[in-house]
Protein backbone atom coordinates (compact mmCIF):
# COMPACT_ATOMS: atom_id res chain seq x y z
CA UNK A 1 0.00 0.00 0.00
CA UNK A 2 2.71 2.27 0.94
CA UNK A 3 4.59 1.50 -2.55
CA UNK A 4 1.34 2.35 -4.22
CA UNK A 5 0.59 6.03 -2.47
CA UNK A 6 4.50 6.79 -3.10
CA UNK A 7 3.88 6.04 -6.95
CA UNK A 8 1.15 7.69 -6.85
CA UNK A 9 2.73 11.02 -5.19
CA UNK A 10 5.68 10.89 -7.15
CA UNK A 11 3.97 10.87 -10.40
CA UNK A 12 1.38 13.46 -9.36
CA UNK A 13 4.13 15.70 -7.55
CA UNK A 14 6.46 15.20 -11.14
CA UNK A 15 6.59 17.94 -13.84
CA UNK A 16 5.91 16.96 -17.55
CA UNK A 17 7.18 18.81 -20.89
CA UNK A 18 4.50 20.85 -22.31
CA UNK A 19 3.12 19.41 -24.99
CA UNK A 20 3.48 21.20 -28.89
CA UNK A 21 1.40 24.34 -29.38
CA UNK A 22 -0.44 22.59 -32.38
CA UNK A 23 -1.03 19.78 -29.40
CA UNK A 24 -2.83 22.16 -27.40
CA UNK A 25 -4.57 23.88 -30.19
CA UNK A 26 -6.09 20.65 -30.85
CA UNK A 27 -7.25 20.00 -27.16
CA UNK A 28 -8.67 23.39 -27.63
CA UNK A 29 -10.63 22.64 -30.48
CA UNK A 30 -11.78 19.44 -29.24
CA UNK A 31 -13.10 20.81 -26.10
CA UNK A 32 -14.60 23.65 -28.58
CA UNK A 33 -16.49 20.45 -30.35
CA UNK A 34 -18.11 18.99 -26.94
CA UNK A 35 -19.18 22.35 -25.66
CA UNK A 36 -20.63 23.09 -28.92
CA UNK A 37 -22.16 20.16 -30.48
CA UNK A 38 -25.93 19.84 -30.45
CA UNK A 39 -25.76 15.90 -29.82
CA UNK A 40 -22.73 16.17 -27.16
CA UNK A 41 -23.38 19.17 -24.90
CA UNK A 42 -26.41 17.60 -23.16
CA UNK A 43 -23.94 14.82 -22.43
CA UNK A 44 -21.12 16.89 -21.89
CA UNK A 45 -22.72 19.33 -18.97
CA UNK A 46 -22.95 17.44 -16.59
CA UNK A 47 -19.39 17.98 -16.21
CA UNK A 48 -20.08 21.30 -15.91
CA UNK A 49 -22.86 21.28 -13.62
CA UNK A 50 -20.60 18.85 -11.35
CA UNK A 51 -18.21 22.11 -10.96
CA UNK A 52 -21.00 24.16 -10.58
CA UNK A 53 -22.61 22.03 -7.89
CA UNK A 54 -19.16 21.53 -6.34
CA UNK A 55 -18.66 25.25 -6.21
CA UNK A 56 -21.57 25.81 -4.11
CA UNK A 57 -20.64 23.18 -1.96
CA UNK A 58 -17.68 24.64 -0.87
CA UNK A 59 -18.61 27.76 -0.33
CA UNK A 60 -21.22 26.69 1.88
CA UNK A 61 -18.45 25.18 3.75
CA UNK A 62 -16.32 27.66 3.74
CA UNK A 63 -18.76 30.79 4.54
CA UNK A 64 -19.87 28.33 7.87
CA UNK A 65 -22.99 27.00 6.41
CA UNK A 66 -23.74 23.26 6.95
CA UNK A 67 -23.59 21.34 3.92
CA UNK A 68 -26.18 18.95 3.65
CA UNK A 69 -26.37 16.98 0.50
CA UNK A 70 -25.85 17.76 -3.51
CA UNK A 71 -27.92 16.17 -6.03
CA UNK A 72 -27.71 15.55 -10.28
CA UNK A 73 -30.30 15.42 -12.15
CA UNK A 74 -30.49 13.74 -15.54
CA UNK A 75 -31.42 16.72 -17.12
CA UNK A 76 -28.05 18.68 -16.48
CA UNK A 77 -29.45 20.47 -13.32
CA UNK A 78 -28.14 20.38 -9.84
CA UNK A 79 -29.12 21.15 -6.54
CA UNK A 80 -27.22 21.47 -3.18
CA UNK A 81 -28.58 21.62 -0.46
CA UNK A 82 -26.90 24.00 2.99
CA UNK A 83 -28.17 24.96 6.27
CA UNK A 84 -27.05 28.81 7.85
CA UNK A 85 -28.88 31.76 8.00
CA UNK A 86 -31.09 32.45 4.79
CA UNK A 87 -29.71 35.80 3.92
CA UNK A 88 -26.01 37.27 4.99
CA UNK A 89 -22.47 36.90 3.40
CA UNK A 90 -22.74 33.17 3.67
CA UNK A 91 -25.66 32.74 1.92
CA UNK A 92 -24.59 35.21 -1.07
CA UNK A 93 -21.17 33.18 -1.25
CA UNK A 94 -22.43 30.26 -1.25
CA UNK A 95 -25.26 31.37 -4.41
CA UNK A 96 -22.77 33.72 -5.98
CA UNK A 97 -19.76 30.50 -6.28
CA UNK A 98 -22.12 27.96 -8.76
CA UNK A 99 -21.74 29.72 -12.03
CA UNK A 100 -18.10 30.67 -11.79
CA UNK A 101 -17.15 27.79 -10.43
CA UNK A 102 -16.59 25.58 -13.71
CA UNK A 103 -14.17 29.21 -15.35
CA UNK A 104 -12.27 29.30 -12.08
CA UNK A 105 -11.48 25.39 -11.95
CA UNK A 106 -10.30 25.30 -15.38
CA UNK A 107 -8.03 28.62 -14.67
CA UNK A 108 -6.73 26.81 -12.30
CA UNK A 109 -6.07 23.93 -13.86
CA UNK A 110 -4.78 26.31 -16.58
CA UNK A 111 -2.18 27.31 -13.85
CA UNK A 112 -1.04 23.61 -13.30
CA UNK A 113 -0.82 22.81 -16.67
CA UNK A 114 1.34 25.72 -17.49
CA UNK A 115 4.03 24.57 -14.70
CA UNK A 116 4.14 21.23 -16.61
CA UNK A 117 1.43 19.55 -14.03
CA UNK A 118 -0.81 17.20 -16.39
CA UNK A 119 -0.48 14.61 -14.17
CA UNK A 120 -0.76 16.32 -10.93
CA UNK A 121 -4.01 18.01 -12.02
CA UNK A 122 -5.67 14.66 -12.85
CA UNK A 123 -4.88 13.41 -9.44
CA UNK A 124 -6.32 16.40 -8.00
CA UNK A 125 -9.55 15.74 -9.95
CA UNK A 126 -9.77 12.39 -8.49
CA UNK A 127 -9.37 13.32 -4.91
CA UNK A 128 -12.14 16.34 -5.46
CA UNK A 129 -14.87 14.08 -6.47
CA UNK A 130 -13.68 11.57 -3.80
CA UNK A 131 -14.67 14.72 -1.27
CA UNK A 132 -17.89 15.18 -3.97
CA UNK A 133 -18.76 12.09 -3.55
CA UNK A 134 -19.61 11.59 0.16
CA UNK A 135 -21.76 14.89 -0.64
CA UNK A 136 -24.28 13.03 -3.56
CA UNK A 137 -27.68 11.90 -2.30
CA UNK A 138 -29.28 10.26 -5.05
CA UNK A 139 -28.23 7.45 -7.47
CA UNK A 140 -27.84 9.35 -10.85
CA UNK A 141 -25.69 11.94 -9.09
CA UNK A 142 -23.77 8.92 -7.53
CA UNK A 143 -23.49 7.23 -10.87
CA UNK A 144 -22.50 10.59 -12.86
CA UNK A 145 -19.40 11.65 -10.31
CA UNK A 146 -18.38 7.36 -10.13
CA UNK A 147 -18.02 7.32 -13.98
CA UNK A 148 -15.96 10.85 -13.93
CA UNK A 149 -13.85 9.26 -11.61
CA UNK A 150 -13.24 5.88 -12.70
CA UNK A 151 -12.44 7.40 -16.39
CA UNK A 152 -10.08 9.91 -14.30
CA UNK A 153 -8.37 7.41 -12.49
CA UNK A 154 -7.92 5.05 -15.40
CA UNK A 155 -6.24 7.83 -17.41
CA UNK A 156 -3.92 8.99 -14.49
CA UNK A 157 -3.16 5.40 -13.94
CA UNK A 158 -2.65 3.78 -17.35
CA UNK A 159 -2.67 5.98 -19.97
CA UNK A 160 0.50 7.19 -21.61
CA UNK A 161 2.13 10.53 -20.73
CA UNK A 162 0.81 12.39 -23.94
CA UNK A 163 -2.80 10.35 -23.54
CA UNK A 164 -2.57 11.99 -19.69
CA UNK A 165 -1.35 15.42 -20.78
CA UNK A 166 -4.18 15.58 -23.76
CA UNK A 167 -7.01 14.34 -21.39
CA UNK A 168 -5.87 17.13 -18.82
CA UNK A 169 -5.73 19.75 -21.39
CA UNK A 170 -9.03 18.56 -23.45
CA UNK A 171 -10.72 18.79 -19.23
CA UNK A 172 -9.03 22.41 -19.00
CA UNK A 173 -10.15 23.78 -21.83
CA UNK A 174 -14.00 22.31 -21.60
CA UNK A 175 -14.47 24.20 -18.26
CA UNK A 176 -12.85 27.77 -19.77
CA UNK A 177 -15.26 27.08 -22.50
CA UNK A 178 -18.32 25.35 -21.02
CA UNK A 179 -18.78 28.38 -18.80
CA UNK A 180 -19.39 31.52 -20.39
CA UNK A 181 -22.14 28.97 -22.32
CA UNK A 182 -23.60 28.00 -19.44
CA UNK A 183 -24.19 31.68 -18.17
CA UNK A 184 -26.07 32.50 -21.60
CA UNK A 185 -27.68 29.09 -20.77
CA UNK A 186 -29.16 31.01 -18.00
CA UNK A 187 -30.03 34.22 -19.36
CA UNK A 188 -31.91 32.46 -22.02
CA UNK A 189 -34.01 30.07 -19.40
CA UNK A 190 -35.01 33.21 -17.23
CA UNK A 191 -36.30 34.84 -20.33
CA UNK A 192 -38.62 32.02 -20.51
CA UNK A 193 -39.11 30.83 -16.82
CA UNK A 194 -40.26 33.67 -14.75
CA UNK A 195 -40.29 31.79 -11.66
CA UNK A 196 -37.26 33.39 -9.79
CA UNK A 197 -35.45 30.04 -9.18
CA UNK A 198 -32.45 30.84 -10.89
CA UNK A 199 -29.35 31.48 -8.60
CA UNK A 200 -29.20 34.97 -10.17
CA UNK A 201 -32.35 35.26 -9.22
CA UNK A 202 -31.85 34.16 -5.25
CA UNK A 203 -29.38 36.07 -4.95
CA UNK A 204 -31.14 39.92 -6.66
CA UNK A 205 -33.71 38.66 -3.69
CA UNK A 206 -30.71 38.12 -1.33
CA UNK A 207 -29.16 41.47 -1.64
CA UNK A 208 -31.53 43.92 -3.67
CA UNK A 209 -29.27 43.91 -6.20
CA UNK A 210 -30.76 43.01 -9.64
CA UNK A 211 -30.47 39.91 -11.13
CA UNK A 212 -28.93 40.82 -14.50
CA UNK A 213 -25.97 42.71 -12.67
CA UNK A 214 -25.48 38.94 -11.63
CA UNK A 215 -25.78 38.05 -14.90
CA UNK A 216 -23.12 40.02 -15.91
CA UNK A 217 -20.87 39.33 -12.78
CA UNK A 218 -21.08 35.55 -13.56
CA UNK A 219 -20.15 36.72 -17.45
CA UNK A 220 -17.30 38.68 -16.89
CA UNK A 221 -15.75 35.84 -14.65
CA UNK A 222 -16.44 33.29 -17.26
CA UNK A 223 -15.01 35.84 -19.97
CA UNK A 224 -12.12 36.52 -17.91
CA UNK A 225 -11.23 33.18 -16.73
CA UNK A 226 -11.45 32.47 -20.49
CA UNK A 227 -8.62 34.81 -21.97
CA UNK A 228 -6.37 34.57 -19.07
CA UNK A 229 -6.58 30.64 -19.09
CA UNK A 230 -5.99 30.95 -22.83
CA UNK A 231 -3.01 33.26 -22.08
CA UNK A 232 -1.70 31.13 -20.15
CA UNK A 233 -1.73 27.49 -22.04
CA UNK A 234 -1.30 29.50 -25.74
CA UNK A 235 0.85 32.17 -25.05
CA UNK A 236 2.91 32.09 -28.41
CA UNK A 237 -0.10 32.36 -30.42
CA UNK A 238 -1.14 35.71 -28.50
CA UNK A 239 2.73 36.51 -28.99
CA UNK A 240 2.32 36.04 -32.59
CA UNK A 241 4.65 32.85 -32.34
CA UNK A 242 3.35 29.98 -33.97
CA UNK A 243 6.97 27.93 -33.31
CA UNK A 244 6.20 24.36 -31.53
CA UNK A 245 7.22 24.33 -28.10
CA UNK A 246 8.22 20.98 -25.51
CA UNK A 247 7.69 17.62 -27.32
Not at 106 to 117: K, S, V
Not at 230 to 238: D, G, I, M, N, S
Amino acid sequence: MLEVLSEIWERATTAQPLPSTLVVAGTALGALVLVTAPVLWPLTRHVATVAHEGGHGVAAVLSGRRLTGIRLHSDTSGLTLSRGRPRGPGMVVTLLAGYPAPALVGLGAAALLAHGRAVGLLWLVLLLLGLLLLQIRNLFGLWVVLVCGVATFGVSWWAPPEAQSAVAFTVTWFLLLAAPRTVMELARSRRRDRSGQSDADQLARVTGVPALVWLGVFAVVALGCLALGTAWLLPEVLEGDLLPRGV
